[in-house]
């Protein structure tokens, strides 16, 4: 089996997994809702600009506005419940990534 298809089966079994399956279904519902659609693409470009600013008073500028408009999200039922599982989800992913670097770390002490 080549490493596509190995990738693959790994992609699977995350998508599997109850944390990708919450995420997705509290996506949906943010989705199916074209204000809460508008809201979660509001704070990304909040975020977006944040990622680009330079240190300094603009980035706690920007660092100010993502911080005040997810915690007004995070009133909002579907959306307090879209980050809880997108933490879950990255959870999982780290661990995820700190097995197989577990197994390689372990592999190389051989």
């Known amino acids: 089996m080549g490493m596509n298809e190995k990738i693959s089966e790994l992609a699977a079994g995350i998508m599997a997994s109850a944390e990708y399956k919450n995420l997705k279904q509290s996506k949906l519902l943010i989705d199916r809702d074209t204000n809460m659609k508008r809201e979660a693409s509001e704070l990304a470009k909040k ?12 980035m706690e500028n920007r660092t100010a ?3 005040q408009k997810y915690n007004e999200l995070c009133r909002i039922p579907e959306f307090d419940r879209y980050f809880k599982a997108s933490k879950q989800f990255n959870e999982l992913l780290s661990r995820v990534y700190k097995a197989v670097g577990d197994i390689i770390e372990a592999d190389m002490r051989r």
């Open 47 to 58: 975020q977006e600009a944040l990622f680009k600013s330079s240190p300094g008073r603009e």
């Open 65 to 67: 506005e993502v911080n």
